[in-house]
T-cell receptor
Framework: EADIYQTPRYLVIGTGKKITLECSQT?????MYWYQQDPGMELHLIHY???????EKGDLSSESTVSRIRTEHFPLTLESARPSHTSQYLC?????????????FGQGTRLTVV | AQKITQTQPGMFVQEKEAVTLDCTYD???????LFWYKQPSSGEMIFLIY??????QNATEGRYSLNFQKARKSANLVISASQLGDSAMYFC?????????????FGSGTRLQVQP
């Protein structure tokens, strides 16, 4: 069982609100990722982190921002939520060494902006 | 750039039968890894199996095996003796080794439905 946790599991929020999606892992992994996934569709990388104080944008442009102040914590923030942000957000982590190591995923946050 | 293609949006299989889910990939990097994940309706991503580009043998994990044909750039997932609990979305993914970020690139997925 993967030791990576996301909260909240579900979130319904009004347009214009600021939200933070939490992601924590207890495996000591250096690399962490945020993916965005619309229902039944593929996952798109929106942010990744090599380690503490190291974050970069992913392949899919996103208005969200991330921070990595501690190894185990990688929160994602939307300053002003819009209906177009409605999606599932999946957090993942992996070890730095060994290309054959899988990425471990959290259970995801299903965000609905009304 | 890397690309994963899954051409089967949906598949049906009878319980206890075997099913093959197709995956083709494109990369110019010689060193890469291929992964399959299962996503039930609850949303989490469950790792199933891994194949490295230099692995000589096809990977197997219980009822899952990976039919790796490097020349054809295909990495099909074979599920033997399907069970009702296998009904889910299945995603093929690739990691290129020489990029520092080591992020996975995913295909569009195949929805598998196992019928009793």
């Amino acid at each position: 069982e993967a030791d990576i946790y996301q909260t909240p599991r579900y979130l319904v929020i009004g347009t214009g609100k600021k939200i933070t999606l939490e992601c924590s892992q207890t495996m000591g992994h250096d690399k962490m990722y945020w993916y965005q996934q619309d229902p039944g569709m593929e996952l798109h990388l929106i942010h990744y982190s090599y380690g503490v104080n190291s974050t970069e944008k992913g392949d899919l442009s996103s208005e969200s921002t991330v921070s990595r102040i501690r190894t185990e914590h990688f929160p994602l923030t939307l300053e002003s939520a819009r209906p177009s942000h409605t999606s599932q957000y999946l957090c993942a982590s992996s070890r730095s060494l060994g290309g054959n190591t899988e990425a471990f995923f959290g259970q995801g946050t299903r965000l609905t902006v009304v | 750039a890397q690309k994963i293609t899954q051409t089967q949006p949906g598949m049906f299989v009878q319980e206890k039968e075997a099913v093959t889910l197709d995956c083709t990939y494109d990369t110019s990097d010689p060193s890469y890894g291929l992964f399959w994940y299962k996503q039930p309706s609850s949303g989490e991503m469950i790792f199933l199996i891994y194949q490295g580009s230099y692995d000589q043998q096809n990977a197997t994990e219980g009822r899952y095996s990976l039919n790796f044909q490097k020349a054809r750039k295909s990495a099909n997932l074979v599920i033997s003796a399907s069970q009702l609990g296998d009904s889910a979305m299945y995603f093929c993914a690739m990691r290129v080794m020489d990029t520092g970020r080591r992020a996975l690139t995913f295909g569009s997925g195949t929805r598998l439905q196992v019928q009793p």
